[in-house]
T-cell receptor, first 116, second 113 residues
Framework: GAVVSQHPSWVICKSGTSVKIECRSLDFQATTMFWYRQFPKQSLMLMAT?????????EQGVEKDKFLINHASLTLSTLTVTSAHPEDSSFYIC????????????FGPGTRLTVT | EDQVTQSPEALRLQEGESSSLNCSYT??????LFWYRQDPGKGPEFLFT???AGEEKEKERLKATLTKKESFLHITAPKPEDSATYLC??????????????FGQGTILTVHP
């Protein structure tokens, strides 16, 4: 099946610093990648959609300047949390969808971000 | 606006006790309905995609069915390793959402030995 990886799996950073999370599709080309955020005991909340070579489309209420998304290649998308604050602590999950995979999205294992 | 409602919120079963999870949805043209399994601290694992009413898919102890208003995930003779949160999501055919999924809140399944 389609495999999506994320790196790092967990990260701790200090308030005010930036952290980058990578999402890679390992065995298929991902024309579209999605970034989600998940709070404890809650479902996934879509943050943004990115298409390779295009600017990301952000969901309402998500700050574009705080959550920078880059989808520079068909196998890699990155999410950078800028000037992180404790309220940004969360579980971030990416998913990827390729052409000809019948609209299915495959998820990465997630990244646990803790801002101290 | 697309909406997905899953029930029950939590389900406790004894090993071998079969049951069903429900996913009710409203969507402006269904492109696909997806079932995922999520273990604590991990990303969702893809289980099934259903595209049209009447469609059924099976995988081991799981069987997913679809009508025009809801989907069921039937679990036959569950084992403790089936314990997880099961998520349902829909993708609508309308708009330029590039495949945006709308998720339900999930059903937390616990199977006791």
């Amino acid at each position: 099946g389609a495999v999506v990886s994320q790196h790092p799996s967990w990260v701790i950073c200090k308030s005010g610093t930036s952290v980058k999370i990578e999402c890679r599709s390992l065995d298929f080309q991902a024309t579209t990648m999605f970034w989600y955020r998940q709070f404890p005991k809650q479902s996934l909340m879509l943050m943004a959609t990115s298409n390779e070579g295009s600017k990301a489309t952000y969901e309402q209420g998500v700050e574009k300047d705080k959550f920078l998304i880059n989808h520079a290649s068909l196998t890699l998308s990155t999410l950078t949390v800028t000037s992180a604050h404790p309220e940004d602590s969360s579980f971030y999950i990416c998913s990827a969808r390729g052409q000809g995979i019948n609209y299915e999205q495959y998820f990465g294992p997630g990244t646990r971000l803790t801002v101290t | 606006e697309d909406q997905v409602t899953q029930s029950p919120e939590a389900l406790r079963l004894q090993e071998g006790e079969s049951s069903s999870l429900n996913c009710s949805y409203t969507v402006s043209g269904l492109r696909g309905l997806f079932w995922y399994r999520q273990d604590p601290g991990k990303g969702p694992e893809f289980l099934f995609t259903l595209y049209s009413a009447g469609e059924e898919k099976e995988k081991e102890r799981l069987k997913a069915t679809l009508t025009k208003k809801e989907s069921f995930l039937h679990i036959t003779a569950p084992k403790p390793e089936d314990s997880a949160t099961y998520l349902c999501a829909v993708q609508s055919a309308g708009g330029t959402s590039y495949g945006k999924l709308t998720f339900g809140q999930g059903t937390i399944l616990t199977v006791h030995p």
